[in-house]
């Protein structure tokens, strides 16, 4: 049951873009304590953004907070661009990290390290709980699904890491531009395309992901999606240990993660805004 609504601390905020507006916004909502799933359910699917997060104290004293990532229909245990959006609220709102320069988030999918980067917060890749490759079917359904040939599909891998990514691999960023999908052949599938671009630009691959639902949703820029394809590629050798990958520009966005290999594993980074400041009854 939920308390009697109150008025709580709100932000709305732009994740992955060095620009206001041109990222992917996140609804967040500070001071959730006392709230049902049920109603946080409710109020994420009311927002009709591709997500939105609860701060909550943390129940694990190595952590500095806990968040909850809804998206319209469904609790997710992480999120790339909810994780950098809610740190960026929580240091905004005042939050002190028990570490100086690094973040601890507890979230379904158990501890995750975020710190700055090039002053950028930048999240750890949380471990693939599903790694490798696709099975023919599979492989058949996201050539329909993409309308493309199967041989246009230089590599495709499951690549989950919370949400149940599928990543394909094309041969350029052009081809993954080009892509118009058919949401009914794609099923329930969600999908990211990766193809690298010409040397001399300001990113180094074009990335694309589609969810499937009653209308397949293509988002802005994913983090999580980001963040599995960039241990897939470098492990691979088809990426170096830094790159910059754009997402969003069919969309009219500009978003851009910038992505780190080190000793201590994938590091996820992007700029992040907040656009709007104010209170929500809940």
């Known amino acids: 049951m939920n308390p009697e609504p109150r008025n709580r601390p709100f932000h709305q905020v732009d994740v992955f873009a060095a620009e206001p507006y041109r990222g992917n916004p996140l609804a967040v909502v500070l001071d959730a304590d006392g709230l049902s799933s049920g109603m946080?359910?409710?109020?994420?699917?009311?927002?009709?953004?591709?997500?939105?997060t609860f701060l909550l104290p943390p129940t694990d004293p190595r952590a500095d907070y806990r968040v909850r990532i809804f998206t319209g229909s469904e609790e997710f245990?992480?999120?790339?661009?909810?994780?950098?959006?809610?740190?960026?609220?929580?240091?905004?709102a005042g939050?002190?990290?028990?570490?100086?320069?690094?973040?601890?988030q507890e979230c379904g999918a158990g501890l995750v390290k975020i710190r700055h980067d090039a002053g950028r917060l930048a999240f750890a890749a949380p471990p693939l709980t599903r790694f490798g490759p696709v099975d023919a079917a599979v492989r058949r359904t996201l050539a329909a699904g993409l309308r493309l040939p199967?041989?246009?599909?230089?590599?495709?891998?499951?690549?989950?890491?919370?949400?149940?990514?599928?990543?394909?691999?094309?041969?350029?960023?052009?081809?993954?531009?080009?892509?118009?999908?058919?949401?009914?052949?794609?099923?329930?599938?969600?999908?990211?395309?990766?193809?690298?671009?010409?040397?001399?630009?300001?990113?180094?691959?074009?990335?694309?992901?589609?969810?499937?639902?009653?209308?397949?949703?293509e988002d802005p820029v994913t983090g999580s999606f980001n963040a599995g394809a960039a241990k897939w590629l470098i492990d691979s050798g088809r990426a170096p240990a830094r790159y910059v990958a754009a997402q969003g520009t069919v969309l009219g966005r500009a978003g851009r993660l910038h992505i780190s290999a080190r000793d201590d594993g994938i590091w996820v980074g992007g700029n992040s805004t907040t656009c709007i400041r104010g209170t929500v009854l809940l």
């Open 77 to 92: 245990p992480f999120a790339g661009h909810p994780t950098l959006g809610s740190a960026h609220t929580w240091l905004e």
């Open 95 to 104: 939050g002190v990290p028990h570490t100086a320069g690094e973040l601890v």
């Open 150 to 217: 199967e041989s246009a599909i230089l590599d495709a891998s499951w690549l989950v890491n919370g949400p149940s990514w599928v990543g394909v691999l094309l041969a350029s960023a052009g081809e993954v531009l080009a892509i118009q999908p058919d949401p009914v052949a794609m099923g329930d599938l969600k999908v990211g395309v990766i193809g690298p671009h010409a040397a001399g630009g300001d990113a180094d691959f074009e990335v694309r992901t589609f969810v499937p639902g009653d209308a397949m949703m």
């Open 40 to 52: 946080m359910q409710h109020f994420a699917n009311w927002t009709n953004l591709s997500e939105t």
